[in-house]
């Protein structure tokens, strides 16, 4: 067990390429991660990692042992899976560590890991919600959720569904000021600017005939958070822009109104994300495909 232990440490701080990034992950000291490698290195009589003040990098005797040592873990999971210990056969066992944006997370995250808790007793998952992208490999991530195109091509990327951005008011705003029927008469109205959603403002991005189209608004209330934006549009202070997944709850209830439709920009896709350099294990694997089929029911199946 302590040969697996420590080619468990190996493959952490390989992955995270920080010592301090894998002890978090592990939840141990750097210390005691940091001699676990150097007492693996002595036994192998080979050195794993080439190691500098600011960065970890695998040596190449390193990167064959890391392939072939997360086939060896992954198996011995597996192994003790199907062992018919306190857990059934076959039954996934582990922890995970997922991220998501925090609103999109609370609404559509947060129900996927409960309901994967309910059905794997023997697995805990930790659910870190950021309205940041933090770099998967640094922070020992397994899978998160995003929204929006993904620049960065380490990371394997399975497409779930689409949401929109859109503008929203009230039915009693409607009634007392009538609907903009393009977005340069929101000027003649008092909008409330979600700064995460629409950062300048005054000036909110709109598309036509594929075109985008940037039309200045009058604001007479600028919030940080989505939930602010709903609870002043709801107030009837006026329109918001704002995705759809923060209000499609209140949209059908009918306490608040998409406008503008025909000027929306293109939907923005929502992908379950992993490190693609990575030996996918099983526990991530489930998660994965359970997120992907939950949130394409929920969101609506990605137009390939």
Avoid at 10 to 32: H, K, M, N, T, Y
Avoid at 87 to 98: F, N, S
Avoid at 238 to 248: E, F, M, N
């Amino acid at each position: 067990m302590d040969r697996i232990d420590a080619w468990t440490t190996f493959a952490a701080v390989a992955e995270a390429r920080s010592f301090a990034a894998a002890a978090r992950r592990l939840g141990r000291s750097p210390a005691a991660v940091t001699r676990a490698v150097a007492a693996l290195e002595e036994r192998l009589r080979a050195r794993l990692l080439d190691r500098t003040t600011r960065s970890v990098a695998l040596t190449d005797f390193g990167a064959q042992a890391l392939e072939r040592a997360r086939r060896a873990l992954v198996a011995f999971e597996e192994l003790e899976g199907a062992g018919g210990g306190a857990a059934e056969p076959h039954e996934l066992g582990g922890r995970l560590r997922v991220t998501a944006p925090v609103v999109f997370g609370r609404l559509h995250v947060l129900p996927i890991v409960e309901a994967f808790l309910r059905a794997h007793p023997a697995t805990t998952v930790q659910l870190v919600l950021l309205d940041r992208v933090v770099s998967l490999v640094d922070e020992g991530l397994d899978v998160a959720v995003r929204l929006g195109r993904l620049p960065d091509s380490s990371l394997r990327a399975t497409r779930a569904g689409e949401v929109r951005r859109g503008v929203y008011v009230s039915p009693a705003y409607l009634r007392a000021h009538g609907a903009p029927r393009t977005p340069r008469a929101l000027e003649r109205h008092t909008c409330v600017a979600c700064l995460p959603v629409t950062p300048v403002p005054d000036h909110w991005t709109f598309s036509r005939d594929g075109r985008s189209l940037v039309a200045p608004v009058s604001t007479r209330l600028v919030v940080n958070t989505a939930e602010a934006a709903v609870d002043a549009a709801l107030a009837g202070l006026g329109p918001t822009c704002l995705l759809s997944y923060q209000v499609d709850a209140h949209v059908r209830a009918g306490t608040l109104v998409r406008i503008l439709a025909a000027f929306e920009p293109p939907p923005i896709p929502v992908q379950v994300v992993t490190p693609a350099g990575r030996f996918v294990t099983p526990i991530v694997r489930a998660f994965v495909d359970a997120s992907v089929e939950t949130l394409r029911r929920a969101l609506g199946a990605p137009s390939e």
